[in-house]
């Protein structure tokens, strides 16, 4: 069993930035993709960003191209997901899945964490 846990969320004003991390079970780390998704209150979930299990790919939602980086910590086990210039409609709660195929689709990921709510407002 995968296990992913998520921290890191919060509020921050308009313009802001916030460090989520995904921290994944170490068996898993090494050979799955992550990619982080988003929901906001009643809208449903979206992709934002994914990296391959090597690090080497990575892709994002155009709504989020050149304001959020995915990375990788090999060290800590951890996905993190970078988001600068936060604008208020960044608010929602964000979500890591890994997966071993390499997709934007949400039915690429077999394990989910919990969530960590990211609310950006002045």
């Known amino acids: 069993q995968v296990s992913l846990v998520e921290s890191g969320g919060g509020l921050v004003r308009p313009g802001g930035s916030l460090r989520l991390s995904c921290a994944v079970s170490?068996?898993?780390?090494?050979?799955?993709?992550v990619g982080w998704f988003r929901q906001a209150p009643g809208k449903e979930r979206e992709f934002v960003a994914i990296?391959?299990?090597?690090?080497?790919?990575?892709r994002y939602a155009d709504s989020v191209k050149g304001r959020f980086t995915i990375s990788r910590d090999n060290a800590k086990n951890t996905v993190v997901l970078q988001m600068n210039s936060l604008k208020v409609e960044d608010t929602a709660n964000y979500y890591c899945?890994?997966?071993?195929?390499?997709?934007?689709?949400?039915?690429?990921?077999?394990?989910w964490g919990q969530g960590t709510p990211v609310t950006v407002s002045s």
């Open positions: 990296i391959s299990w090597s690090g080497a790919s990575t």
């Open positions: 899945a890994a997966g071993q195929v390499y997709g934007i689709k949400e039915n690429a990921f077999q394990y």
């Open positions: 170490k068996g898993a780390f090494s050979d799955h993709n």
